[in-house]
T-cell receptor
């Protein structure tokens, strides 16, 4: 069965600290996609990144970086020099290859609170 | 492009009432889906559709009906609302045909069943 685990329910940091959000996944597919979404207090889901299973290169986008390691089935997300605006719930998700469907399996989310 | 729109934004129902959550997209996407978000549970798939006239169940379909008569619209019907259906509902759409195509989410509908 496919599963996404975000063991950190809540994280609280002080502004300018670095923070890493963990994501561990399970799948028997050899081809799959992993995602991170941000859900700010306003409630909408904001797409952050998509990574396919064949690309293990780390990615950096400004203060955000992602570390994908197939050997440990992890896709961790690091925010460098956190800011109050980073406060949100962050979801990791895994695509399920059910034929032509694009079903997503979500983790339970990590609530990040960045204190000024 | 409006993207994915959902109405209403908020709704309060009494147990046993029925209602329809509306979802529309203007991107000509074939794939549409409904998720519910509950505290500590993440988002869970309710129903999905890979094209007009085709729907299928997701992880938590009980108590919900869907139909897809047009490419643009994918309404979610609650036949007899129960307090367990209190949740935030998200509609999403994406194109198909590739290995995976990005899903676009609507703004959500917050439903409370008393």
């Amino acid at each position: 069965a496919q599963k996404v685990t975000q063991a950190q329910t809540e994280i609280s940091v002080v502004e300018k600290e670095d923070v890493t959000l963990d994501c561990v996944y399970e799948t028997r597919d050899t081809t799959y996609y992993l995602f991170w979404y941000k859900q700010p207090p306003s409630g909408e889901l904001v797409f952050l990144i998509r990574r396919n299973s064949f690309d293990e290169q780390n990615e950096i986008s400004g203060r955000y970086s992602w570390n994908f390691q197939k050997s440990t089935s992890s896709f961790n997300f690091t925010i460098t020099a956190s800011q109050v605006v980073d406060s949100a719930v962050y979801f990791c998700a895994l695509s399920e290859r059910g034929g032509a469907t694009n079903k997503l399996i979500f983790g339970t989310g990590t609530l990040l609170a960045v204190q000024p | 492009n409006a993207g994915v729109t959902q109405t209403p934004k908020f709704q309060v129902l009494k147990t046993g009432q029925s209602m329809t959550l509306q979802c529309a997209q203007d991107m000509n996407h074939e794939y549409m889906s409904w998720y519910r978000q509950d505290p500590g549970m993440g988002l869970r798939l309710i129903h999905y559709s890979v094209g007009a006239g085709i729907t299928d169940q997701g992880e938590v379909p009980n108590g919900y009906n869907v139909s897809r008569s047009t490419t643009e619209d994918f309404p979610l019907r609650l036949l007899s609302a129960a307090p367990s259906q209190t949740s935030v509902y998200f509609c999403a759409s994406s194109s198909t045909g590739g290995l995976y195509n990005e899903q676009f989410f609507g703004p959500g509908t917050r439903l409370t069943v008393l």
